[in-house]
């Protein structure tokens, strides 16, 4: 889907990728590997090179880790990390590390669990800001 979006120059140096869980180290391989600059990038609960959620999601999760992870800051100069100290899926010290390693701004929300409806977390108003 994001390669029809470079197709189409939609996908630039003015957009913003919201991206959660482990959708943001596979936004950072895809722009990484398609040489892409955007604006702003904004992460949720983001993480990489993590196993022990579940072996299924460990094996589909794999293919997106990436060993380069700080590459991404050659793609864009706006990363910004929101992660929680009570996650379910993904241990604090994980997400910490990742946003240590790639973001200009962290946000730590105490009790947002994964920060999805699951978690009780139905509106993220804080994202308003970085759109």
């Known amino acids: 889907m994001l390669k029809c979006y470079l ?14 869980s482990i959708a943001p180290v596979f936004i950072c ?7 892409v600059k955007v604006k702003r990038l904004v992460f ?10 579940d072996e299924d999601y460990d094996t589909v999760n794999k293919t997106m880790y990436l060993d380069n992870l700080e590459d991404i800051k050659n793609y864009c100069n706006d990363i910004v990390c929101f992660y929680t100290k009570n996650d379910p899926y993904v241990k ?4 910490k590390d990742f946003a ?14 994964h920060l999805n ?15």
């Open 100 to 113: 240590d390693l790639i973001s200009t701004k962290q946000v730590v929300i105490e009790d947002g669990g």
């Open 92 to 95: 604090y010290e994980v997400e």
């Open 29 to 35: 391989k895809f722009l990484i590997e398609n040489k």
């Open 7 to 20: 197709d189409a120059g939609i996908l630039n140096e003015n957009t913003t990728i919201f991206a959660h």
């Open 117 to 131: 409806s699951e978690s009780g977390y139905t509106e993220f108003k804080e994202l308003l800001e970085f759109i």
């Open 44 to 53: 949720i609960c983001g993480f990489n090179n993590y196993f022990g959620i």
